[in-house]
């Protein structure tokens, strides 16, 4: 259990073996969990808003689809037999959502999405593919014919995927096509899942403290909703790169800020932030996603050092669910106007393509992704309109020097 099972106590290891135990015997047709407490969010936000297309994710193969597609079909078996948790749904028939993991998953054989003027709208079609947490299956390979080009990619969930994941899944997949190796089924979600309820349980009180500390400096935020433009579903994205050094959240978030006030927008303004909940080298490659949503404040008077270190505060203390922060500390997430999306290193493989820039779940999202050459690749996506993307982003780039 990643250094903590010798000490666990004797009825302690019986339930976990007892919990183990149907998946590795496939006795029975489904084995169900308690819900992991950090994806109640995503539950519910599907629930709320009636928006079955906003956790999609979709990796676009380079190259055409192989010559023999059948092999397609058995790369979808062969992922679903190595990843157990892929055929999974939520159920919510009790007093709180449980997860149910077939231990018989169904052949998904691969879907024929039809046709595409090019990769860009095959892409963009797959990013708002509707799918409910409450229907099994959370992989899907996807085919379609691009500019007269036979196509495929893979199509996740984000209940079952982030990008830890996603970096051990793709090359996975690459490789099986090759050579037809694929690894022994994964059921390490299991223990860090575990882990990390039960870190949950013994620090509860201790994070609930601090995110009630944090209710005056949520309090005090602009109201930004008059003073934008009107938001729309259509995106509009522009990337460029910045030299090492010149990157870094905290760099990147004030320089943000800064571009927001020269456009008429002042601070302090509620931004939203993914955080990964995985710590060391023993979570890393297991199945799931173990991603938490964090608010941050956006203020260009603040000074680098002070955010900084609110950031790392905020960071140590985000194991605490999504909903018990927002009710601790008095935020509303649905008026965040930024997402703020720090990726160290590159989940996607050359293999594969994906396109986060064509989506935005808030007004505006900011991604920064370092580059394995050195530095960071910035990716503005906003929904406020062309006009104030282009300021925006033209803002952005003075202050950051790029």
């Known amino acids: 259990m990643f250094g903590q099972w010798q000490r666990l106590t004797v009825q302690e290891r019986a339930a976990l073996a007892q919990q183990k135990r149907p998946l590795l015997a496939q006795a029975d047709n489904e084995w169900r969990t308690p819900l992991p407490a950090w994806l109640n969010a995503i539950v519910l936000?599907?629930?709320?808003?009636?928006?079955?297309?906003?956790?999609?994710?979709?990796?676009?193969?380079?190259?055409?689809?192989?010559?023999?597609?059948?092999?397609?079909?058995?790369?979808?078996?062969?992922?679903?037999?190595?990843?157990?948790?892929?055929?999974?749904?939520?159920?919510?028939?009790?007093?709180?959502?449980?997860?149910?993991?077939?231990?018989?998953?169904?052949?998904?054989?691969?879907?024929?999405?039809?046709?595409?003027?090019?990769?860009?709208?095959?892409?963009?079609?797959?990013?708002?593919?509707?799918?409910?947490?409450?229907?099994?299956?959370?992989?899907?390979?996807?085919?379609a014919r691009c500019a007269g080009e036979r196509r495929w990619g893979i199509w996740l969930h984000h209940l079952v995927a982030d990008a830890d994941f996603i970096?051990?899944?793709?090359?996975?997949?690459?490789?099986?096509?090759?050579?037809?190796?694929?690894?022994?089924?994964?059921?390490?979600?299991?223990?860090?899942?575990?882990?990390?309820?039960?870190?949950?349980?013994?620090?509860?009180?201790?994070?609930?403290?601090?995110?009630?500390?944090?209710?005056?400096?949520?309090?005090?935020?602009?109201?930004?909703?008059?003073?934008?433009?009107?938001?729309?579903?259509?995106?509009?994205?522009?990337?460029?790169?910045?030299?090492?050094?010149?990157?870094?959240?905290?760099?990147?978030?004030?320089?943000?800020?800064?571009?927001?006030?020269?456009?008429?927008?002042?601070?302090?303004?509620?931004?939203?932030?993914?955080?990964?909940?995985?710590?060391?080298?023993?979570?890393?490659?297991?199945?799931?996603?173990?991603?938490?949503?964090?608010?941050?404040?956006?203020?260009?008077?603040?000074?680098?050092?002070e955010f900084e270190s609110r950031r790392r505060s905020w960071l140590e203390h985000a194991l605490l669910p999504q909903e018990e922060i927002a009710e601790a500390a008095g935020v509303n997430y649905r008026r965040a106007l930024v997402m703020l999306n720090i990726i160290d290193r590159p989940a996607t493989p050359p293999a594969f393509r994906h396109s986060p820039e064509q989506r935005s779940r808030k007004p505006i999202t900011l991604t920064l992704t370092g580059i394995e050459q050195g530095g960071w690749r910035v990716a503005l996506t906003t929904r406020l309109g062309e006009a104030f993307s282009q300021a925006l982003g033209g803002a952005l780039r003075r202050a950051l020097g790029a």
């Open 45 to 143: 936000g599907e629930m709320m808003s009636g928006d079955l297309t906003q956790y999609g994710l979709f990796f676009l193969a380079v190259g055409g689809a192989p010559e023999d597609e059948q092999r397609l079909t058995q790369l979808g078996a062969a992922l679903y037999r190595a990843f157990p948790l892929l055929a999974s749904n939520v159920a919510w028939d009790g007093e709180q959502p449980e997860w149910c993991v077939s231990t018989r998953p169904a052949a998904y054989l691969p879907e024929e999405a039809g046709e595409y003027a090019d990769d860009e709208a095959f892409i963009q079609a797959q990013l708002v593919r509707p799918h409910s947490v409450f229907q099994r299956g959370m992989l899907r390979i996807v085919t």
């Open 167 to 305: 970096r051990v899944l793709l090359p996975l997949a690459q490789r099986w096509l090759q050579d037809g190796e694929m690894t022994a089924p994964d059921f390490s979600f299991i223990q860090l899942q575990w882990r990390l309820g039960r870190t949950l349980a013994l620090q509860h009180s201790r994070l609930q403290r601090f995110w009630r500390g944090q209710a005056a400096l949520f309090a005090a935020l602009t109201p930004w909703e008059e003073t934008l433009p009107a938001v729309t579903p259509t995106t509009t994205g522009q990337t460029f790169d910045l030299p090492a050094g010149r990157g870094g959240a905290t760099l990147v978030a004030q320089a943000l800020a800064q571009a927001l006030r020269q456009q008429g927008i002042g601070g302090p303004l509620l931004a939203v932030a993914p955080v990964t909940l995985r710590r060391g080298d023993g979570g890393a490659a297991a199945s799931g996603c173990y991603i938490n949503l964090i608010p941050l404040v956006l203020d260009a008077g603040c000074s680098a050092a």
